[in-house]
């Protein structure tokens, strides 16, 4: 059985699939860092977030997950929403 990095390391010998991995850390994991790094300065738990956005806490895990998987991307409105549950403003920039 291979471990966790034996495995990375033979998947990312695909060029496609190196090619997808490094678009994601580049594009994506430092909004989801942005976003876990928010919450945990907030010092609130998925389930306290949901409760202020008026949802559930599995939505509140998708929306977390939703940027690395790359499957749903979450609108504006609720990344507002996320935001100010943990009294924050969203903040778009281009660069």
Do not use: W
Not at 3 to 21: C, D, F, G, I
Not at 42 to 54: F, K, S
């Amino acid at each position: 059985m291979l471990t966790h990095a034996e495995l990375k390391a033979k998947m990312l010998e695909n060029p496609a699939v190196r090619s997808e991995y490094e678009r994601i850390e580049r594009d994506e994991m430092p909004m989801l860092d942005a976003i876990l790094q928010a919450r945990h300065e907030a010092g609130m738990t998925q389930a306290e977030v949901a409760e202020r956005m008026g949802t559930k806490a599995p939505a509140v895990a998708r929306l977390e997950s939703a940027l690395v998987s790359g499957k749903h991307s979450p609108s504006i409105a609720t990344l507002r929403k996320y935001a100010a549950a943990m009294g924050k403003r969203l903040e778009l920039r281009f660069v």
